[in-house]
């Protein structure tokens, strides 16, 4: 069985940095893609990042980009997403996922129905 835990969420002011961690069990992942999406209240869930299996290719959506970083340490079966300089409309629920589709050594999805597992998410507060 599958599990994705997340971690690192908190509430932080505008313009502070958080890291969160995403640990799969269950299975190696090394082979597939993750990514990071998250939920705000009332709204669908987003794609904010996305990592190809070895983590040579990345994606980000336009929102996060140049604050947010995606990584991954497969030895450690673990995905991370360092993110700075923070807004109040990046108050969401993160969500770590994992893709068992493959199209291409460099395969970053972006959609939520490429992706098979979900953590149970983390809490990100922003005030400002």
């Known amino acids: 069985q599958v599990q994705l835990v997340e971690s690192g969420g908190g509430s932080v002011e505008t313009g502070a940095s958080l890291s969160l961690s995403c640990a799969v069990s269950?299975?190696?992942?090394?082979?597939?893609?993750m990514g990071w999406f998250r939920q705000a209240p009332g709204k669908e869930r987003e794609f904010v990042a996305s990592?190809?299996?070895?983590?040579?290719?990345?994606d980000y959506a336009d929102s996060v980009k140049g604050r947010f970083t995606i990584s991954r340490d497969n030895a450690k079966n673990t995905m991370y997403l360092q993110m700075s300089t923070l807004k109040p409309e990046d108050t969401a629920v993160y969500y770590c996922?994992?893709?068992?589709?493959?199209?291409?050594?460099?395969?970053?999805?972006?959609?939520?129905?490429?992706?098979?597992?979900w953590g149970q998410g983390t809490q990100v507060t922003v005030s400002s």
């Open positions: 990592i190809n299996w070895s983590g040579a290719s990345t």
């Open positions: 996922a994992v893709s068992l589709k493959y199209a291409g050594n460099y395969y970053t999805p972006r959609s939520l129905t490429e992706y098979a597992y």
């Open positions: 269950g299975r190696t992942f090394s082979s597939f893609a």
